[in-house]
């Protein structure tokens, strides 16, 4: 069958004449995702397979600013020397990267206002420099902002006064929006090019794709992932609603393929994420691999991944740029992982896929009102990375009683299937999960062997749908659109991660909750975009003090569509003690060969103690950030919940090394060489269910 896969007209007269392929400097780490192919690649060799076991705590930084459920998500980047990276409070600092000597510390919100306001998580900074000019740029919640390389004081000619309001200029109606520039933009010339998280609901953003004038913070392009009329996709959408559908945002990052002046953006879905009856159609540019020019945000080619998604299946990385001998010819490709399991691989200036991509049926929605796509797109190579499907064999057995449990949940669930999608008559169980498969730490690729790595979760999830009854109740009506997605319509949360909203009123008084609805914490995100009535409503109801009455004043001031079907919470299929619902590895890590597009090997990433204490081998475990590989033969990665770094030799797989985190390290590591040594530097900022923490260590061999 044929993939659906669209190419720009002008990409006959770009392959008419290719490149010669560039050297790239693979010491370099001052990109996110380390040299600016994104490989997370090192040719440093000092540490290799046979003196791993001797790394040591080279250095500490400790921000000090840790909060409870506050993360670090950052990969540092490293420049001249200096490493540059941002704490759990999202304040931007440079170190010597040799010592860990702090340089400067800027704390955004001294020109933004709000101590302490809630800005979401940052996952690095974006160096650009000419001549003497030399800068960082980052993200503050919604505020792209720059400030001075070398002082890290504010650049008042970017933009307001070195800040630019990423909610302006998306639409022509709204502003009040929820963004968050979580990934760092990606340089091109004098171009910032960035994408943002938004809210996963019907009040969503539209996600387009922007880029900025570095020395003057003028926003240069846009490209619209949810196409305007008379732009190509349009067609693809319900034009009656489409103007009020959000998402299709790049909110895992990008890269530059320099030398083509070519950018690859990755989408994720569209809003509302589990009932699109609102979206007929398969739903141009969400779910898609975009290749943009760089210089003019032109589209060159796309592949979408997902039609028409309603399991939340964003491409959740950035793509990665690799250069492979594929069927005898030499092949400069982009590779893209999935939440799914699947790694799509591209010829990057045709858009040709390397492997067959078929359009397959998938089972159909029976939701009233939905109507989904028939087919969805599978790559017949390389081999996925991860199981596809949670089957009968595939529930909990280490223990009966767990296995029981397990099945009591299971007595009327779906599953079976990775295309099922959800329905109002049973639960259904979505795996690969909701955090994948594949998630934001991104992949590795050795240019050197060829070979390409990549960690995954196998984790089981529950959907359950909710038909949209007419609330006669204000406040539950304001709870279920903005905060029911992630506690739940019952309030009850998941926990460890998403605490229940129960008996607040023992906590918290009508003005601390208000305070905190406008502020945010933590994980929670500020709803200062609320209408003061919203906000008042949704307090009442939280504290149990709900109103009752017509609500039809309140929809009319927020203007904005409601499901028909709502997903109740985000969670996770657990037995009582907590402990996954599948069979384990929960979390593997994977190798892959680009030339053939089979797996070399694949282990389990990451340990739970009080299994391994009661016999059970090592289960992996739920996993964040992502691997580095280098020429010394080593693959390092953190990741993992038991709060420990390792490294793997990268041809076997063999776990060679690990050491102790003071918390567990939800980020991709840094690599770089100073003053003759080579550093390994990892964020350890927990959360996710774990205790926060504020460091970000440094290791390296002895002198």
């Known amino acids: 069958m044929k993939s659906r896969i669209t190419l720009w007209a002008a990409i006959i007269l770009i392959s008419a004449c290719k490149p010669e392929p560039k050297e790239i400097d693979y010491t370099d780490w001052s990109h996110y995702g380390g040299p600016e192919d994104g490989s997370r690649y090192s040719s440093l060799n000092q540490i290799t397979r046979e003196n791993v076991g001797q790394l040591s705590v080279a250095w500490t930084y400790q921000t000090g600013d840790a909060t409870e459920r506050s993360q670090i998500q950052c990969q540092p980047i490293v420049k001249n020397g200096i490493l540059y990276a941002t704490t759990p409070g999202l304040d931007v600092f440079a170190l010597d990267a040799a010592s860990g000597e702090e340089i400067w510390r800027f704390d955004p919100f001294e020109i933004l206002g709000g101590e302490n306001s809630w800005a979401g998580t940052n996952r690095g900074v974006s160096y650009w420099e000419k001549g003497e000019d030399k800068r960082i ?81 003028k926003m240069e392009w846009i490209f619209h992932t949810i196409p305007k009329e008379a732009e190509f996709g349009y067609d693809t959408w319900d034009s009656k609603y489409v103007s009020q559908i959000g998402g299709a945002n790049n909110w895992a990052g990008m890269v530059v393929d320099y030398q083509r002046g070519m950018v690859f953006v990755p989408t994720g879905s569209a809003t509302y994420d589990f009932w699109g009856g609102y979206r007929h159609g398969d739903n141009l540019f969400a779910n898609s691999l975009l290749a943009l020019d760089a210089k003019t945000g032109e589209r060159i080619w796309h592949f979408q991944g997902v039609h028409h998604d309603v399991w939340d299946r964003d491409f959740p990385s950035p793509p990665t740029l690799i250069r492979v001998n594929h069927d005898g010819k030499w092949i400069d490709a982009v590779a893209q992982t999935s939440k799914q399991g699947f790694t799509y691989v591209f010829d990057r200036e045709s858009g040709e896929p390397l492997w067959p991509i078929e359009e397959r049926a998938v089972p159909q929605s029976s939701l009233p009102g939905e109507q ?54 049973k639960p259904l169980v979505l795996f690969p999960g909701m955090d994948g498969g594949a998630e934001w730490g991104g992949a590795a690729f050795d240019p050197e062997t060829q070979t390409f790595y990549v960690n995954a ?91 009752e009455g017509d609500k039809k004043e309140l929809e009319a001031e927020n203007a904005a569509l409601n499901p028909r079907y709502y997903m109740n919470g985000y969670k996770k299929l657990l037995t009582k003690e907590g402990l996954y619902g599948s069979n384990p590895p929960w979390g593997v890590l994977t190798a892959i060969d680009m030339q053939t597009g089979l797996r070399k090997w694949q282990v389990p990433l990451g340990e739970i103690d009080s299994l391994s204490q009661q016999g059970f081998a090592p289960t992996g475990t739920e996993n964040y950030g992502g691997p580095v590989v280098t020429a010394g033969g080593l693959l390092f990665i953190a990741a993992t919940k038991d709060e420990k770094i390792r490294a793997f030799d990268k041809d076997t797989g063999e776990l060679l090394w690990q050491a102790d985190l003071p918390a567990s390290g939800h980020a991709t590591p840094a690599m770089f060489e100073q003053n003759g040594k080579q550093f390994l530097v990892i964020a350890c900022g927990g959360g996710k269910g774990t205790k926060s923490g504020d460091s970000y260590v440094a290791f390296a061999l002895p002198d």
């Open 372 to 425: 989904s796509s028939p087919t969805q797109p599978f790559p017949t190579l390389p081999e996925p990375f991860m199981n596809l499907v949670f089957e009968e064999k595939d529930i909990l057995n280490l223990r009966p009683e767990w296995e029981a449990d397990i099945r009591d949940q299971l007595q009327n669930a779906l599953y079976g299937d990775m295309w099922f999608p959800p329905n109002a008559e």
């Open 137 to 217: 740029l980052f993200g503050a919640g919604n505020w792209l902002m720059a400030v001075d390389a070398l002082t890290g004081a504010p650049i008042p000619s970017f933009g307001d006064g070195g800040k630019i309001d990423l909610r302006k200029g998306l639409d022509d109606k709204r502003e009040d929006f929820l963004i968050v520039a979580n990934a760092p933009g990606v340089v091109f010339e004098d171009l910032l090019i960035i994408g943002m998280r938004l809210s996963e609901g019907l009040d969503a953003a539209p996600g387009h794709i922007r880029a900025y004038h570095i020395p003057t913070g």
């Open 457 to 547: 979760n196998q984790i089981p999830w529950m959907i359950e749908m909710t038909p949209n009854s007419d609330f006669e109740n204000v406040g539950k009506s304001v709870y279920t659109n903005y905060c029911g997605n992630c506690h739940g319509l019952e309030r009850k949360g998941n926990l460890p991660a998403i605490p229940a909203l129960l008996n607040l009123e023992a906590k918290y008084s009508p003005d601390s909750l208000t305070a905190l609805l406008k502020k945010g914490r933590g994980a929670m995100p500020a709803f200062d975009y609320l209408s003061e009535e919203q906000r008042d409503v949704l307090v009442d109801y939280l504290l149990g003090k709900s109103q």
